[in-house]
């Protein structure tokens, strides 16, 4: 059974619509997103070389919903339990 993980990741994101001044532009940091799934371990099918590969269902052999997340963009895993958090 693959482990069930809360991952938090820098997504690509855009700045405000229409026309802006060059000079006028504020990056406001990164977005941050959270995303929960079964974790799929490099090199196991449905997984992604140089990602973190995450399924939101798995049923027989059978998978639905593939994130495969850049490495670079993963911020923090923590993995799900029945008693909480195991950071």
């Not at 820098?10 to 799934?37: F, N, Q, R």
């Not at 995450?54 to 895993?77: D, F, S």
Request: aromatic share 6%.
């Amino acid at each position: 059974m693959y482990p069930v993980v809360m991952v938090r990741w820098a997504d690509a994101h855009t700045s405000e619509g229409g026309w802006l001044s060059l000079d006028d532009y504020k990056d406001d940091g990164e977005t941050i997103v959270e995303t929960v799934g079964f974790l799929i371990p490099v090199g196991d099918a449905g997984s992604k070389e140089n990602h973190v590969s995450l399924w939101q269902t798995i049923c027989e052999g059978e998978a639905i919903h593939a994130m495969h997340i850049p490495v670079g963009m993963v911020r923090e895993m923590i993995a799900l339990s029945k008693n909480g958090l195991d950071k």
